[in-house]
């Protein structure tokens, strides 16, 4: 039988967790079995905070369950009320914490480039009832934030980076956990650096740390004192050994990210139906997604998707349907960029396992699948 070759190669998923050395985890959690303290602020979460302070540039860093929490958890602590200003093209997590909290998302659109909050838009959405901006740095491109600080700044309000793809990410030099009132990571297993399941608050403001300590833990103060409606949100000793373990290998992670990021940006670039994500000046990137937006019909993507998985290379559409378009809610938004973008955005594997023969194989199968229609 004459089967094209690339049907006889393994499945490419659109990512793989990075995983530490067996041996290394099992080291890492050994001490558990004698002191059998497994979660409530244990050894290992005490000093994985520790080591990500240092690595993240606040003053502060607290370690939640995982990254929605910690949004939810965010939002109570810096008091939001009313309205938020936040963007639609993002995952679930962003506005869902908003309405969970009982807030009101109002949608910016984004820019075409970049695919963050574009600014030129915000100062109009703001009303009275306006508490704050909650913007994401989507795929880790870094949001515009000179001009969300003057904005906020000038109006009084809170920002509340979702930063659940920014991990790493450094901006004019500057750690991208540092701007803004609170940045939320997202340590999912998904993520360049990840917990299993995770998530992290990063700032300066001292007074926020207990706020948070008690909204992990059911506002319990002491062993006779509660002070606080909290819930419980708290990362276990399992879940921080991972990260303890991951934390050590994330800058050559990068690197191989790095490495093929470049091979992908080398096949694609020039071809006149793909445009490629725009990561932006004065950044250090953390490649953490590849996203390619795909000109033209939004058919044409949705043809190179299903193309792409005849062949055994799954990748997603990060972020489509947009959020102003799920089932559970009738929202009004007039954001045609998102709209567009997430039309015809598709993201392609991307993990340090990849080999740059894999990413030549989905380059070559994107080349001929496009010449085909
Ligand atoms: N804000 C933003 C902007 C976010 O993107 C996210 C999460 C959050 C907030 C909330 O943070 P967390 O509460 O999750 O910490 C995945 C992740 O589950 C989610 O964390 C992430 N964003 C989102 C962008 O991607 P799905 O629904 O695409 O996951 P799933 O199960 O389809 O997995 C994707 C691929 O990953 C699979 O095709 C195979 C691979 N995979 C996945 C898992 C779970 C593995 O190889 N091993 C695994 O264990 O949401």
Same mark, same amino acid.
């Given at each position: 039988?004459?089967?094209?070759?690339?049907?006889?190669?393994?499945?490419?998923?659109?990512?793989?967790?990075?995983?530490?050395?067996?041996?290394?985890?099992?080291?890492?959690?050994?001490?558990?079995?004698?002191?059998?303290?497994?979660?409530?602020?244990?050894?290992?979460?005490?000093?994985?905070?520790?080591?990500?302070?240092?690595?993240?540039?606040?003053?502060? !860093?607290?370690?939640?369950?995982?990254?929605?929490?910690?949004?939810?958890?965010?939002?109570?602590?810096?008091?939001?009320?009313?309205?938020?200003?936040?963007?639609?093209?993002?995952?679930?997590?962003?506005?869902?914490?908003?309405?969970?909290?009982?807030?009101?998302? !109002?949608?910016?659109?984004?820019?075409?480039?970049?695919?963050?909050?574009?600014?030129?838009?915000?100062?109009?959405?703001?009303?009275?009832?306006?508490?704050?901006?909650?913007?994401?740095?989507?795929?880790?491109?870094?949001?515009?934030?000179?001009?969300?600080?003057?904005?906020?700044?000038?109006?009084?309000?809170?920002?509340? /980076?979702?930063?659940?793809?920014?991990?790493?990410?450094?901006?004019?030099? &500057?750690?991208?956990?540092?701007?803004?009132?609170?940045?939320?990571?997202?340590?999912?297993?998904?993520?360049?650096?990840?917990?299993?399941?995770?998530?992290?608050?990063?700032?300066?403001?001292?007074? /926020?740390?207990?706020?948070?300590?008690?909204?992990?833990?059911?506002?319990?103060?002491?062993?006779?004192?509660?002070?606080?409606?909290?819930? *419980?949100?708290?990362? *276990?000793?399992?879940?921080?050994?991972?990260? &303890?373990? *991951?934390?050590?290998?994330?800058?050559?992670?990068?690197?191989?990210?790095?490495?093929? !990021?470049?091979?992908?940006?080398? %096949?694609?670039?020039?071809?006149?139906?793909?445009?490629?994500?725009?990561?932006?000046?004065?950044?250090?990137?953390?490649?953490?997604?590849?996203? !390619?937006?795909?000109?033209?019909?939004?058919? %044409?993507?949705?043809?190179?998707?299903?193309?792409?998985?005849?062949?055994?290379?799954? @990748? &997603?559409?990060?972020?489509?349907?947009?959020?102003?378009?799920?089932?559970?809610?009738?929202?009004?938004? %007039?954001?045609? *960029? @998102?709209?567009?973008?997430?039309? %015809?955005?598709?993201?392609?594997?991307?993990?340090?396992?990849?080999?740059?023969?894999?990413?030549?194989?989905?380059?070559?199968?994107?080349?001929?699948?496009?010449?085909?229609?």
């Amino acid at each position: 039988m004459n089967l094209p070759k690339h049907d006889l190669s393994p499945p490419i998923p659109v990512t793989r967790p990075a995983m530490p050395e067996f041996e290394a985890y099992v080291e890492m959690i050994r001490p558990l079995w004698d002191s059998r303290w497994l979660s409530n602020r244990g050894e290992h979460v005490r000093a994985l905070e520790e080591e990500l302070t240092g690595l993240l540039g606040t003053e502060h !860093v607290s370690l939640l369950t995982n990254g929605h929490l910690a949004l939810e958890t965010a939002i109570d602590v810096l008091g939001l009320s009313g309205e938020v200003i936040t963007t639609p093209f993002t995952f679930a997590s962003t506005t869902h914490a908003l309405v969970r909290k009982g807030l009101t998302p !109002v949608f910016c659109d984004i820019n075409p480039l970049d695919y963050t909050l574009d600014v030129s838009q915000l100062e109009s959405l703001i009303t009275d009832k306006t508490s704050a901006i909650l913007p994401v740095h989507v795929y880790g491109n870094v949001c515009h934030i000179d001009e969300i600080d003057r904005i906020a700044k000038r109006h009084g309000l809170k920002v509340l /980076y979702d930063a659940a793809h920014a991990f790493g990410v450094t901006h004019q030099g &500057r750690s991208i956990a540092t701007y803004g009132d609170m940045s939320m990571f997202s340590f999912h297993a998904t993520k360049v650096f990840h917990t299993v399941e995770g998530g992290a608050l990063a700032y300066d403001e001292t007074s /926020y740390r207990d706020a948070i300590e008690q909204a992990v833990n059911f506002g319990i103060t002491g062993p006779e004192s509660v002070e606080s409606v909290g819930g *419980n949100a708290k990362m *276990n000793e399992f879940q921080a050994a991972m990260g &303890r373990c *991951n934390l050590p290998r994330f800058e050559h992670d990068v690197m191989k990210r790095r490495a093929i !990021v470049e091979r992908y940006d080398e %096949r694609l670039r020039g071809i006149p139906t793909i445009r490629l994500n725009r990561r932006g000046d004065n950044t250090v990137s953390n490649y953490a997604y590849y996203p !390619v937006l795909f000109k033209g019909d939004r058919r %044409r993507r949705d043809e190179m998707m299903a193309w792409l998985a005849e062949h055994g290379i799954f @990748a &997603r559409k990060y972020f489509y349907p947009l959020v102003t378009d799920f089932g559970c809610y009738t929202f009004d938004a %007039r954001v045609p *960029n @998102a709209k567009y973008v997430s039309d %015809r955005i598709l993201t392609l594997p991307l993990y340090p396992d990849m080999t740059l023969e894999m990413v030549d194989r989905i380059c070559d199968l994107i080349i001929e699948g496009g010449n085909r229609t």
